[in-house]
């Protein structure tokens, strides 16, 4: 008798997770799924710039930072991009 409630129970929570999304086999809703005309799933993320960003590396401690995000300071005619203010200046006292 107890086996046949937990192989109901069981069927119970496989069927929540395939119907709720809970688990690993669950009805994903992700907004971006379209069908083909063939019954194929496209699936398209959003635009994902991350490989278009150009990182540059602090000459002082070395961390690597988005170009757009640096301290940019132009010293002697050449372009340096820092972390902080605090690694500029540094780089600015040698």
Known sequence: MSTILYILLFIGIMYLMNKG????????????????????MEHHHGDNNMNNIE????PVCGMH?????????????KR?????????????NK
């Open 21 to 40: 999304g809970m688990g690993c086999c669950g009805g994903h809703n992700h907004n971006d799924r379209t069908y083909e005309k063939n019954g194929n």
């Open 55 to 58: 990182m540059v590396k602090d």
């Open 65 to 77: 930072i988005p170009a757009d995000k640096a301290i940019t300071k132009v010293i002697n005619g």
């Open 80 to 92: 340096y991009y820092f972390c902080s203010e605090t690694c500029a200046k540094e780089f600015e």
